[in-house]
C-alpha cells in the first residue's frame, strides 16, 4: 500500500509531462497513460518498459494510417460535379460566339482594314476592299475636323507651301471658272475617282467661292469642318497619311482675309498636330517599341520573377520597384513642367499657347498621382509586409518541391 502511494505522484507528474509534451493524435496520451498504469500493477522492470514501447507501437502504427486510401476510394474525382451550371453555358456560348466570330472575320474580313486608312465615303484607301478598287491610292489627305479625307496616290507638294485659289474636296481638285489667279494646277494631286460615291459633295461657284475674303465661311469651307479645304503642302507620315505642314498652315493664316474677325483655325491646326505627333513618335520610335516594349518587357519580368524566389532579395525588390514607381511618376511630372516653363520662356515662343498649357496641366497631374502612389504606400506598409511574407513563404515551398 504504500509503495501504492508513493506512486500516485509519480505518475500525476509523468501524466503532466505528458500533457506538456503533446502526441501525435488524440489517443496517444491515453495510450501512454494505461500502459504506465498497467506497467505499475507488475514489476517495475521489464514488463513496465515493454508496455511503454507497444503503447508507442500502436499509437505511430494508427498515425500512419491516416495515409492509407480505404479500400473502396475510387479518387478524388469520383462524386464531383458541376456547381454552377449558369456559368457553365455562359461559357459555352462564349466560345461559340468567338469561333463564329472568327470564322466569319476569317472568311469576311480584311486586316488591312486596320493598317490602312479609311476616307470620308468608307473606302479603305490602298486596297479593293470595299465597292471601289482603291488599290493606286494608298494614301489620304485630310479635308476637315472630323477626318474626312480623300484617297490619293501621292501626298501632295506645294513649293509655294499655300494655294488660296485651290481647293481640295470630296470630288477632287476644285477652282472657279474664272479663276486666273491660282498657282497649281487641276492635276497638281491625283485623287480618286468619287463621281458615284454616295456622301459625295460637289463644289460649285456658290458653296466654294475661292475668294480669301469669303472663302473661309463658305459652305465648302465652314471654317474648317466642310467638305473642301485650301490646297497646302503636305508631309507623309507612317506612309499612308498625308498631315498638313505647320509652315503651311501659318502662311495660310496671312492670306486669307476675314475682315474684322480674327481668323480660328487653331481646331484644325490642334487636330493636325495631334495627328502628326500620334504617328510620328509611333513611327519615328517603331524600333524602340519593338524592342523595349515586347523583347526586353518579356526578359526583365522572367528575371524579376526568378529573382523573387531569392529570400534575401525579396525585400529589396519589392520595396525598390515601389520606390522606383513613385520617382519616376514624379521624375516625369517634373520633367514636364520643365520643359513647360522652357517652352514659355522661349522667344520667340514656337510652341503654341495650347501645348504649353497641356504640359502644365500634365504635370501636375502627374505630381498628384505620385503623391497619392506615395502616401497608399505609407498607410498600407503593413499590408506590403504581409503580401511580402506570404510570397517569401510560398517562395520556401516551391524551393522544397522535387523537380
Same mark, same amino acid.
Given at each position: 500500500?504504500?509503495?501504492?502511494?508513493?506512486?500516485?505522484?509519480?505518475?500525476?507528474?509523468?501524466?503532466?509531462?505528458?500533457?506538456?509534451?503533446?502526441?501525435?493524435?488524440?489517443?496517444? %496520451?491515453?495510450?501512454?497513460?494505461?500502459?504506465?498504469?498497467?506497467?505499475?500493477?507488475?514489476?517495475?522492470?521489464?514488463?513496465?518498459?515493454?508496455?511503454?514501447?507497444?503503447?508507442?507501437?500502436?499509437?505511430?502504427?494508427?498515425?500512419?494510417?491516416?495515409?492509407?486510401?480505404?479500400?473502396? #476510394?475510387?479518387?478524388?474525382?469520383?462524386?464531383?460535379?458541376?456547381?454552377?451550371?449558369? #456559368?457553365?453555358?455562359?461559357?459555352?456560348?462564349?466560345?461559340?460566339?468567338?469561333?463564329?466570330?472568327?470564322?466569319?472575320?476569317?472568311?469576311?474580313?480584311?486586316?488591312?482594314?486596320?493598317?490602312?486608312?479609311?476616307?470620308?465615303?468608307?473606302? =479603305?484607301?490602298?486596297?479593293?476592299?470595299?465597292?471601289?478598287?482603291?488599290?493606286?491610292?494608298?494614301?489620304?489627305?485630310?479635308?476637315?475636323?472630323?477626318?474626312?479625307?480623300?484617297?490619293?496616290?501621292?501626298?501632295?507638294?506645294?513649293?509655294?507651301?499655300?494655294?488660296?485659289?485651290?481647293?481640295?474636296?470630296?470630288?477632287?481638285?476644285?477652282?472657279?471658272?474664272?479663276?486666273?489667279?491660282?498657282?497649281?494646277?487641276?492635276?497638281?494631286?491625283?485623287?480618286?475617282?468619287?463621281?458615284?460615291?454616295?456622301?459625295?459633295?460637289?463644289?460649285?461657284?456658290?458653296?466654294?467661292? @475661292?475668294?480669301? @475674303?469669303?472663302? %473661309?465661311?463658305?459652305?465648302?469651307?465652314?471654317?474648317?469642318?466642310?467638305?473642301?479645304?485650301?490646297?497646302?503642302?503636305?508631309?507623309?507620315?507612317?506612309?499612308?497619311?498625308? =498631315?498638313?505642314?505647320?509652315?503651311?498652315?501659318?502662311?495660310?493664316?496671312?492670306?486669307?482675309?476675314?475682315?474684322?474677325?480674327?481668323?480660328?483655325?487653331?481646331? %484644325?491646326?490642334?487636330?493636325?498636330?495631334?495627328?502628326?505627333?500620334?504617328?510620328?513618335?509611333?513611327?519615328?520610335?517603331?524600333?524602340?517599341?519593338?524592342?523595349?516594349?515586347?523583347?526586353?518587357?518579356?526578359?526583365?519580368?522572367?528575371?524579376?520573377?526568378?529573382?523573387?524566389?531569392?529570400?534575401?532579395?525579396?525585400?529589396?525588390? =519589392?520595396?525598390?520597384?515601389?520606390?522606383?514607381?513613385?520617382?519616376?511618376?514624379?521624375?516625369?511630372?517634373?520633367?514636364?513642367?520643365?520643359?513647360?516653363?522652357? %517652352?514659355?520662356?522661349?522667344?520667340?515662343?514656337?510652341?503654341?499657347?495650347?501645348?504649353?498649357?497641356?504640359?502644365?496641366?500634365?504635370?501636375?497631374?502627374?505630381?498628384?498621382?505620385?503623391?497619392?502612389?506615395?502616401?497608399? @504606400?505609407?498607410?498600407?506598409?503593413?499590408?506590403?509586409?504581409?503580401?511580402?511574407?506570404?510570397?517569401?513563404?510560398?517562395?520556401?515551398?516551391?524551393?522544397?518541391?522535387?523537380?
Amino acid at each position: 500500500m504504500g509503495r501504492q502511494r508513493d506512486e500516485q505522484p509519480r505518475r500525476k507528474r509523468n501524466d503532466r509531462r505528458e500533457r506538456r509534451r503533446g502526441s501525435r493524435d488524440s489517443g496517444g %496520451w491515453r495510450d501512454a497513460k494505461e500502459s504506465r498504469f498497467r506497467g505499475s500493477r507488475g514489476s517495475r522492470g521489464s514488463r513496465g518498459s515493454r508496455g511503454s514501447r507497444d503503447s508507442r507501437s500502436r499509437s505511430s502504427d494508427k498515425y500512419d494510417r491516416r495515409f492509407e486510401a480505404p479500400a473502396d #476510394f475510387d479518387g478524388p474525382i469520383a462524386n464531383r460535379s458541376c456547381t454552377d451550371l449558369l #456559368f457553365a453555358l455562359l461559357m459555352l456560348i462564349l466560345w461559340g460566339a468567338m469561333t463564329g466570330l472568327g470564322i466569319y472575320s476569317y472568311n469576311n474580313g480584311d486586316y488591312r482594314a486596320v493598317l490602312y486608312p479609311m476616307d470620308y465615303d468608307g473606302n =479603305i484607301c490602298g486596297t479593293d476592299f470595299s465597292d471601289k478598287d482603291m488599290t493606286n491610292y494608298s494614301k489620304i489627305v485630310y479635308i476637315n475636323n472630323f477626318g474626312g479625307g480623300v484617297c490619293v496616290n501621292e501626298c501632295p507638294k506645294v513649293e509655294a507651301l499655300v494655294d488660296v485659289r485651290t481647293l481640295l474636296t470630296y470630288n477632287g481638285v476644285f477652282q472657279m471658272d474664272k479663276e486666273k489667279d491660282a498657282i497649281l494646277g487641276l492635276d497638281y494631286v491625283d485623287v480618286a475617282d468619287y463621281s458615284t460615291a454616295e456622301n459625295l459633295k460637289v463644289c460649285d461657284d456658290t458653296n466654294c467661292d @475661292t475668294d480669301p @475674303t469669303v472663302s %473661309w465661311y463658305k459652305l465648302g469651307i465652314s471654317m474648317g469642318y466642310g467638305f473642301a479645304y485650301y490646297a497646302v503642302d503636305t508631309v507623309e507620315i507612317l506612309g499612308v497619311r498625308c =498631315i498638313a505642314n505647320p509652315s503651311s498652315l501659318e502662311m495660310l493664316k496671312t492670306q486669307i482675309d476675314t475682315g474684322n474677325d480674327p481668323l480660328d483655325i487653331e481646331a %484644325w491646326t490642334i487636330t493636325q498636330e495631334f495627328l502628326r505627333n500620334l504617328y510620328g513618335d509611333i513611327f519615328e520610335a517603331r524600333y524602340y517599341v519593338l524592342t523595349f516594349g515586347i523583347a526586353a518587357a518579356l526578359v526583365i519580368g522572367f528575371l524579376y520573377a526568378q529573382l523573387l524566389r531569392f529570400q534575401p532579395l525579396l525585400g529589396i525588390m =519589392i520595396w525598390g520597384s515601389i520606390f522606383c514607381t513613385i520617382g519616376i511618376i514624379l521624375g516625369t511630372g517634373g520633367y514636364a513642367y520643365t520643359v513647360a516653363q522652357d %517652352w514659355k520662356a522661349a522667344d520667340p515662343q514656337v510652341r503654341t499657347d495650347f501645348d504649353i498649357q497641356g504640359t502644365e496641366i500634365f504635370s501636375y497631374c502627374l505630381f498628384g498621382l505620385g503623391s497619392i502612389v506615395l502616401f497608399l @504606400t505609407i498607410f498600407l506598409r503593413k499590408q506590403i509586409m504581409l503580401a511580402m511574407a506570404c510570397v517569401r513563404e510560398a517562395s520556401r515551398s516551391i524551393a522544397a518541391m522535387p523537380l
